[in-house]
T-cell receptor
C-alpha cells in the first residue's frame, strides 16, 4: 500500500548541475502533478499530467521539464539547477472520474532539494 | 480562475481549546473545496472535502468544515485541539469540471501550547 513514492528524499546540487526527481504511484490514477513548496508561498504547481501522454504547464514551469513515462510514473527534471530552485518538491496523483471533476490529491512525502 | 486566501499565517491555541481556521475562495460557481494537513517532514493528507449537499462536512481526526456560499468561505473547525494537531493546514479549491488542478492557499501554521 505504497501510494505515491518519491525519490530521492534529499538532494544537494551545485548551480548548473542537472537531476531528475522520480515519482511513481500504484493507485492506477490518471492524473499526476508536481508542486513546489516554499516558506510563505504554499504549494505552487509546476507541471501536471491530466492523463498518460499529456503534460501541461502550471504556475511556475520555468527551469523544469517533465516526462509522463507511463501511467504510473511522472518525472521532473532540472536541466541546470539554480539556487532559486531550492525547495521541497511534492508529487501528487488523483483520478478524476471521467467528468474531469477534481478528486482529492494523494501526495508523496516530498524531495528536499538544496542548490548551492 | 479560482483562488484561495487563508488570512492567518500562524495561529496558537491551547490544548483543549476550540479551533477555527479561515479559508476564503474565489470562484464563479460552486467549487470543490478541500482541507489538507501537513505534519513536519511529511506530505499533505486530506482532512475533508466538500462537493455538494450538506454544507457541514465531517472529516478525519475530529475536524469539520462549513461551506458558506454567501461568504465564499470554507472554514475548518475542531471543538477541542490536541497537541498532535500542531501542523500546517492548507485549504484548496478545484473546479467542478475539466481537468483544472487544485489551487492551494498559502497555509496556516497551527501551534498548540499546554
Amino acid at each position: 500500500n505504497a501510494g505515491v513514492t518519491q525519490t530521492p528524499k534529499f538532494q544537494v546540487l551545485k548551480t548548473g548541475q542537472s537531476m531528475t526527481l522520480q515519482c511513481a504511484q500504484d493507485m492506477n490514477h490518471n492524473s499526476m502533478y508536481w508542486y513546489r513548496q516554499d516558506p510563505g508561498m504554499g504549494l505552487r504547481l509546476i507541471y501536471y499530467s491530466a492523463s498518460e501522454g499529456t503534460t501541461d504547464k502550471g504556475e511556475v514551469p520555468n527551469g523544469y521539464n517533465v516526462s509522463r513515462l507511463n501511467k504510473r510514473e511522472f518525472s521532473l527534471r532540472l536541466e541546470s539547477a539554480a539556487p532559486s530552485q531550492t525547495s521541497v518538491y511534492f508529487c501528487a496523483s488523483s483520478d478524476p472520474d471521467g467528468t474531469g471533476a477534481g478528486s482529492p490529491l494523494h501526495f508523496g512525502n516530498g524531495t528536499r532539494l538544496t542548490v548551492t | 480562475a479560482q483562488s484561495v486566501t487563508q488570512p492567518d499565517i500562524h495561529i496558537t491555541v491551547s490544548e483543549g481549546a476550540s479551533l477555527e481556521l479561515r479559508c476564503n475562495y474565489s470562484y464563479g460557481a460552486t467549487p470543490y473545496l478541500f482541507w489538507y494537513v501537513q505534519s513536519p517532514g511529511q506530505g499533505l493528507q486530506l482532512l475533508l472535502k466538500y462537493f455538494s449537499g450538506d454544507t457541514l462536512v465531517q472529516g478525519i481526526k475530529g475536524f469539520e468544515a462549513e461551506f458558506k456560499r454567501s461568504q465564499s468561505s470554507f472554514n475548518l473547525r475542531k471543538p477541542s485541539v490536541h497537541w498532535s494537531d500542531a501542523a500546517e493546514y492548507f485549504c484548496a479549491v478545484g473546479a467542478p469540471s475539466g481537468n483544472t488542478p487544485l489551487v492551494f492557499g498559502k497555509g496556516t501554521r497551527l501551534s498548540v501550547i499546554a
